[in-house]
């Protein structure tokens, strides 16, 4: 759903305003907008989709039973250091919102390789700089 919104807000769409507004404040984005936006993107893949942190909350969860039953779902478990350190060394482009991440994890069982950039900094595709 991150891609979902980070889009929206890129081509500036009445939604997209919503959430930028939001984001800006510091808020988190309410549920009904983001399954709204969950709602529109698997109208849009009548031959399947694939949503990636929807749902993260009970409503959320819900309201996908009632729009597009999922006809699987796979829930990823992993320790909280190993998630935090995925979530700090995230890095985002800040034109496109291109994703990367400079961790290297193999501790625990867990072998989570980093996505690096070509350059240090900077976007692969756009060229734009990273933000953490």
């Known amino acids: 759903t991150g891609d979902m ?5 890129k081509k500036k769409s009445e939604i997209g ?5 939001i984001s800006e404040r510091g808020d988190l984005v309410p549920d ?5 936006m969950a709602r529109m993107q698997t109208e849009s893949s009548p031959d399947g989709w694939l949503l990636d942190g ?3 909350t009970l409503g959320q969860a819900e309201a996908l039973e009632t729009f597009s039953p999922p006809s699987l779902v796979v829930n990823l478990e992993l320790p909280e250091d190993i998630l935090l350190e995925k979530i700090i060394s995230r890095r985002v482009c800040s034109k496109c919102g291109e994703n990367y991440n400079i961790a290297d994890i193999n501790r625990s069982g867990v072998v989570m390789g980093p996505l690096l950039p070509k350059s240090e900094g900077i976007c692969d595709k756009c060229g734009g700089s990273l933000v953490q």
Do not use: W
């Open 5 to 9: 919104i980070r889009s929206e807000i």
């Open 17 to 21: 305003l919503k959430v930028q507004e």
């Open 32 to 36: 009904e907008i983001v399954t709204d």
């Open 54 to 56: 929807f749902p993260r």
